[in-house]
C-alpha cells in the first residue's frame, strides 16, 4: 500500500496518549489512514514568524510525520485571511457581496501555495499518494508539478462548488479551475457541485466529460467524483450516550424543567443562516404564542475568523436579535434563547444533541454540514429527536427523511419547526431510523475509503506524461 500524504490547512497531530477528545471527526479519520499506511500531514503551523524557515517543522508520531510551516504575517493577511477566507469562501457559498477581491491578496495566496510546495517536495516519496484538501490549497498541484512531483494528486473541496455565473465574477477564475484540473483526482460533496463544476468546464472552458467520470480540459483529464463527506456514526452514537449520564447533559436536563429543547450548533460564519434561524425561532414564538414558555432554543456558536469584519458584523447582528427575543418573550422564570458564543468539548456536545427534541441545522449554503449528521447519530433510539435541515446544506442529499426547509422562509421555517416539535413517537422513530441506517453505512470509513480507493485507481498524469 502506497505511503498517503495529506495536505490541509490546519494538521491535527494525533497525541500518543490517544488525544484529548476535542478532534474533529476528519482529523481521527485522516490519522487513522495514516497510522495504517505511514505518511505525512502536511500544513501551516497556525503561526506567524517574520521569516521563513527554509523548511518544514516535523514531529513524528509512529508512521507518521506532521510537518508544518509558518506564515508571515504578510502571508497570512493576503494568502488566508485576504484570498481564502474573503474571495473563495463567501464567492463559493454565494455571497458575490461580501467578496473582497485584490490582485494582491490573490498573489498572496500564489505565493503560499508555491511555498507550500517547496517545503512538501523533498518530503515526497516516489510511490505516495497526495490527498490536498479544500480550497486554501486549489493551485497546490500545479506547483507540485512544476516541481517535479510524479506521484498521484487528489483533490477534495469541502466547501460547495459554485454555479458558474458566480463563479465568473471572479477575476482569473479561468487559472483557478485550470491549476485545479492538474489534480487527477477531484472529489466533490454533492452531484449539485460536480454538475456546477462540469457546466463551467464545457461551457467556459472549451472543455469535454469523457466517460468513466473524466474530463477532458485545459490539456488535462482529471477524474470527477462525489463523495459526501460523513461522520464516525458508532463513535458518536456511543459518545452521546455515555454522555447522557454526564454531569453536563443532568445539569441541562435539570435546567430544562420538561420543557422541549431545539438546538444549533455551528461555528460563527454568516453561511450558517444564524440570523434567519433566530428571526424564525422568534416567530414561532410570535404566531404559535403556546409554545411560550414552553421551548428552549439553544444556540452553541463558537467564534470563527474573527478578525474579519463581516464576521464582527454578523456577531453583533446575532447577540441584537437573541437579545431582542429574550428581551421580548422572556419571564423572570423562562429565557426563550440560550445563546453561547463559545466551543464545547466533543462529547458534551453530542450528549446536548441527545437530549435535544429538535436539532435546527438551516445554513443558506453549507458544503455538506456534519452538524446534521451528527444529530442523527446522537439520539435515544426509542426517544429520537426531529433534525429540521435546510434544503442548502449537502446533507439534505442525503438525509431525506428529515423535514427540509428553505431557511430563507422564516414563515415556512417557524411553520415546521411547530411540525418537529410535535410530532408523534412513531412517525419521529420512522424518520430517524431511515437516516440512522444510511449513516450507519455511510460514515467517515466509507468516505476516506472510497475516496483513496478512486485516487489509486485514477491514471496519475504525471506518470502518462
Ligand atoms: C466545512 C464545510 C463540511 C462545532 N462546534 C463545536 C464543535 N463543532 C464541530 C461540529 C462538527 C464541526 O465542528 C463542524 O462541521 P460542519 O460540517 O458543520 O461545518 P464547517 O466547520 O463549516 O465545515 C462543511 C465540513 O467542512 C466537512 O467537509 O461539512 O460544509 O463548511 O463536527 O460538531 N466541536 C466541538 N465543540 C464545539 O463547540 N468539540
Known amino acids: 500500500m502506497s505511503r498517503l500524504v495529506v495536505v490541509s490547512n490546519r494538521v491535527a497531530p494525533a497525541r500518543s496518549g490517544g488525544g484529548t477528545g476535542a478532534e ?10 495514516l497510522k495504517d499506511r505511514g505518511g505525512v500531514w502536511f500544513g501551516w503551523s497556525g ?5 521563513d524557515s527554509g523548511k518544514a517543522d516535523i514531529v513524528e508520531i509512529g508512521a507518521t510525520s506532521y510537518a508544518t510551516v509558518d506564515l508571515s504575517q504578510q502571508d497570512y493577511d493576503e494568502y488566508y485571511t485576504g484570498y481564502a477566507n474573503s474571495v473563495l469562501w ?86 483557478l479551475v485550470q491549476q485545479l484540473c ?87 460564519d454568516y453561511t450558517k443562516g444564524l440570523i434567519e ?27 470563527s475568523r474573527s478578525d474579519l469584519a463581516d464576521y464582527q458584523r454578523m456577531r453583533r447582528q446575532v447577540e441584537t436579535i437573541a437579545g431582542h427575543i429574550n428581551g421580548t418573550y422572556a419571564e423572570f422564570d423562562w429565557s426563550p434563547v440560550r445563546y453561547l458564543n463559545r466551543g464545547f468539548k466533543r462529547q458534551t456536545l453530542m450528549g446536548f444533541l441527545r437530549l435535544s427534541t429538535v436539532g435546527l441545522v438551516t445554513p443558506l449554503r453549507d458544503g455538506m454540514n456534519l452538524v446534521a449528521k451528527e444529530f442523527v447519530a446522537a439520539q435515544n433510539p426509542e426517544d429520537p429527536g426531529v433534525l429540521v435541515l435546510s434544503r442548502f446544506a449537502g446533507a439534505a442529499r442525503e438525509l431525506e427523511s ?54 489509486e485507481a485514477a491514471p496519475c498524469a504525471a506518470a502518462a506524461a
Open 24 to 33: 474533529g471527526g476528519l482529523a481521527v479519520a485522516m490519522q487513522g489512514a
Open 47 to 51: 503561526k506567524t514568524a517574520p521569516h
Open 90 to 175: 463567501p464567492l463559493f457559498h454565494n455571497r458575490i457581496d461580501l467578496t473582497d477581491f485584490s490582485r494582491r491578496d490573490r498573489a498572496g495566496y500564489q505565493r503560499v501555495n508555491a511555498l507550500f510546495a517547496g517545503h512538501l517536495q523533498p518530503l515526497l516519496q516516489k510511490d505516495d499518494v497526495v490527498w490536498v484538501h479544500d480550497y486554501h490549497f486549489i493551485p497546490l498541484g500545479e506547483f507540485l508539478r512544476q516541481a517535479g512531483c510524479t506521484q498521484k494528486l487528489g483533490f477534495f473541496l469541502h466547501i460547495p462548488w459554485p454555479p458558474m455565473e458566480i463563479l465568473l465574477a471572479l477575476p482569473n477564475h479561468r487559472s
Open 182 to 268: 492538474t489534480y487527477d483526482l477531484i472529489g466533490f460533496q454533492t452531484e449539485a457541485d460536480k454538475h456546477a463544476f462540469l457546466e463551467y468546464i464545457q461551457q467556459e472552458a472549451g472543455g469535454e466529460v469523457l466517460s468513466g467520470g473524466r474530463i477532458r480540459a485545459f490539456e488535462q483529464t482529471p477524474a470527477v467524483k462525489v463523495f459526501p463527506i460523513s461522520i464516525d456514526t458508532a463513535d458518536v452514537a456511543t459518545l452521546a450516550r455515555r454522555a447522557e449520564n454526564g454531569a453536563q447533559s443532568k445539569r441541562l436536563k435539570k435546567s430544562l424543567l420538561n420543557r422541549q429543547l431545539i438546538t444549533g450548533v455551528d461555528r460563527l
Open 277 to 303: 434561524r433566530l428571526e424564525a425561532y422568534q416567530h414561532l414564538l410570535s404566531r404559535y404564542p403556546a409554545y411560550r414558555g414552553h421551548v428552549t432554543l439553544l444556540q452553541i456558536a463558537p467564534p
Open 402 to 455: 428529515a423535514l427540509i426547509v428553505n431557511p430563507y422562509d422564516i414563515e415556512g421555517v417557524a411553520e415546521t419547526l411547530a411540525k418537529a416539535l410535535s410530532i408523534p413517537i412513531e412517525e419521529r422513530r420512522e424518520r430517524w431510523s431511515a437516516m440512522f441506517k444510511h449513516l450507519s453505512r455511510y460514515d467517515l470509513i466509507y468516505w476516506r475509503e472510497s475516496y483513496l480507493r478512486a485516487l
